[in-house]
């Protein structure tokens, strides 16, 4: 049976721009680069040009430019800090004719979609899109937290609360109210809070992808080998493989060992699965709806219960991503926002601090 739609979920730093890339580079494919990305329009209209690290990469935004008026009508912001959590049964009627839209618009071409934003997502778009094929792309844990700080002060490397480039605090504060632990003293720096959301997102991958891949084991490892696997999965034939192939750059790694020994990584692991374990995510999670999981395991969660000013959240979150938005057109605002929210949340912890944002707004 033909494949007629193909969706790739990595978190940030895993390799999926590689695999995008690869896609990218494929001229049956319509390869759209993160089409959940709060600023996606931002990033358009400015043509942000790719970093260093993404070696190979000359433009992320081809595909959307025949598309540009519609996709402005219906991209919003939200979809790339709000929500972040989706089970089967929840409702995202914006998100979902936004998805439907990009799939219609590729003029025959398979469409692909590259997805940092859907890990926690997986449910929802197994029902609303069960048609799709789901590639799920995980890295080494540690390569990829080193891969997230390397560019900050060293004393951010351990601070909890450090957002860095890739929204880990963003992200801790739209899942706060569905793991209230991202915000208790289990999180004794960013490299907890990182791998607690790796490994929550590596166990959705598993239970719910079509095809799992090892970005270091496998892809870095048999780039040949992988990339045939993916195009036969993605039901692409006549491909110059040696043409893909050359795109594969490995990258450096084991820069965390600046961090840390490894003794102490493999501890900070075991304390996080250990906590997970607790909570019957370790072992269910993917596989049953988390309301069934927090019944199974009420008196581990209910250490962690808390007011969550649910819509206080989304309200601070619209509030930071328009401040970032802003930054990028030039307003310098960005910074300013990062600070004020991250002391804050420290001095008056999460949900006080929510509910300062909308007794305040």
Known sequence: MPVKMLFITGRFRSGSTLLWNIFHNIQSCCAYYEPCHDLLLTHIKHNSLPPPSHIGVTSYWDEYLPILDKLE???????????LFLEEGSKFEDLARYIHFLISSTNDKLPVLQFNRVDFRLPWIRKQFPEAKILHLFRNPRDQWFSMVRDLPREGWIDPFQNTNYEIITWSCSL??????????????????????????????EHLSDLNIDFDQEMLAKPGMMIEKMIAFAGIKNVDIDKLVSLVIQPVSGGWRQFETEEWFESAERECDALLERLGLLQ???????AEII?????????????????????????????????????????????????????????GFLKHILTST
Not at 180 to 189: E, G, H, Q, R
């Open 295 to 351: 019944k199974l395991n009420w008196s581990e969660w209910d250490l962690f219960r808390d007011e969550s000013y649910k819509a206080a959240m989304e309200q601070a979150l619209k509030l930071f991503a328009i401040s970032r938005r802003q930054d990028l057109e030039g307003r310098n605002l960005s910074k300013v926002a990062n600070e004020y929210y991250l002391t804050s949340i420290k001095h008056l912890g999460l949900f």
């Open 73 to 83: 009508a219906l991209h919003r912001i939200e979809f790339g800090v709000n929500r």
């Open 284 to 290: 269910n999670f993917g596989r049953m709806p988390l």
């Open 176 to 205: 706060g109210c569905v793991f209230p632990f991202l915000f208790s003293s289990n999180i004794k720096t960013s490299y907890h809070r990182h791998y607690l959301l790796w490994r929550l997102s590596k166990l959705m991958g």
